[in-house]
């Protein structure tokens, strides 16, 4: 089938095309548009959702091994209870290789100089973070002591570093001013305060926007105060918004092609087809 592109001859052929494109042309491209909003916003929701559900598992792999510190100290404690002597506070790091180098430090203090919160109050906010658990010793009811175990930061830290790719991690103690992890580049240091800020609530999603950077953010505070008795840490997942947002990109740049080939195409065939079905009116004429 040859096309011929030429000026229509006649005014009806005219009017027949016009109005072609005002009941079907037209009408075409506006759902076209309105298709391609509606994906694009859709692609973005499922962006937000799924950096949310990363941000989730990382926050929840961070309290799993704390929970699981927290199990080895109560095991330990248990199995002392019957042969510790809480006046002699011995060291008992020969214990860490038993128990799987989980804890840096393990001790028993006597109940006059026992600490119970779940932060050693010796760490200075510009020294590098401890963190220590405490737990009763017990025997027959009577308290014998406690044992304090120096948590083993690296390895609750192991949780952080199993990030998605693509993606930077902050880990904050937001009660105690510190930053624990970070892989955010370096330019973005001093911005960090103003990002905390915006995590408010238990968990969320926003963009945050940088001089001519911007990233999508899911934040998720876990929970330590039910079980250890402190406030409690938030976990900050970014991913740069041209990153996140590569596959929208290319989901516009094929679906802009693909529809204005097809627009192109009914365009000719329309053409086509009014030209061959005008030309007794070209005759008459």
Known sequence: MAFEIKPFRTRVAKRIFFLFLICAFFPTTVMALAAFYNVREQLRDQERETLGLQCKSISVSIYERIA??????????????????????????????????????????????GRSSFRDPESSPKGPPKYSMIMPLEKGGANQGLLLGDIDLQFVWGAAKA?????????????????????????????????IGMCTGQSG?????????????????????????????????????????????????TFIA???????????????????NTVPLDILQ
């Open 68 to 113: 699981l510190l927290g199990d080895e100290l109560r095991l330990l404690t248990g199995s002392l209870s019957r042969n510790v002597d809480p006046d002699r506070g011995d060291s008992i790091g020969g214990v860490l290789k038993q128990w799987g180098g989980h804890f840096e430090r393990l001790a028993v203090l006597s109940p006059s100089t």
């Open 258 to 276: 693909v529809a204005v080939l097809s627009l192109a195409m009914v365009v000719l065939l329309s053409v086509s087809q009014i030209r061959k």
């Open 163 to 195: 990030r998605p790719p693509l993606t930077e991690l902050i880990l904050v103690d937001k009660s105690a001013g510190r930053l624990l992890f970070n892989t955010a580049p370096g330019s973005l240091l001093s911005q960090i305060p103003d990002l």
């Open 205 to 253: 999603n926003f963009e945050w926007r940088t001089g001519n950077q911007g990233f999508l953010v899911s934040y998720r505070k876990v929970n330590l105060k039910a079980s250890y008795h402190y406030p409690g840490w938030i976990v900050i997942l970014m991913e740069d918004m041209d990153q996140a947002s590569a596959f929208a990109k290319g989901f516009k740049t």
